[in-house]
């Protein structure tokens, strides 16, 4: 695989404990879930995920995330907005 530029695409390494591409929030998973990660074999999962499920699917990256530390995984947390395209 390779990206927009012809660059190998390496996939991500989650042992490593570096940050996920395009932000590290719940919000940013959640929005990577929802539009995808432009120039990237990563494509949007909108018309396959309810927004409730995407934001549910953040806990489950976070254990596969090494040195990920956060403070609640809570339901209670409410939905961001993201803009349709």
Not at 10 to 38: A, V, W
Not at 40 to 56: G, H, I
Request: proline letters at 11%; one cysteine or more.
């Amino acid at each position: 695989m390779t990206d927009n530029n012809n660059q190998p695409i390496h996939p991500y390494d989650f042992q490593s404990g570096e940050r996920f591409k395009c932000g590290t929030t719940n919000t940013d998973l959640y929005k990577i879930f929802m539009t995808g990660l432009d120039g990237t074999p990563m494509p949007s999962f909108a018309d396959v995920l309810k927004p409730n499920e995407a934001w549910d699917l953040r806990p489950l990256l976070r254990t596969l995330q090494v040195t990920h530390k956060s403070p609640s995984f809570s339901s209670g947390n409410p939905l961001p907005r993201v803009r349709s395209s």
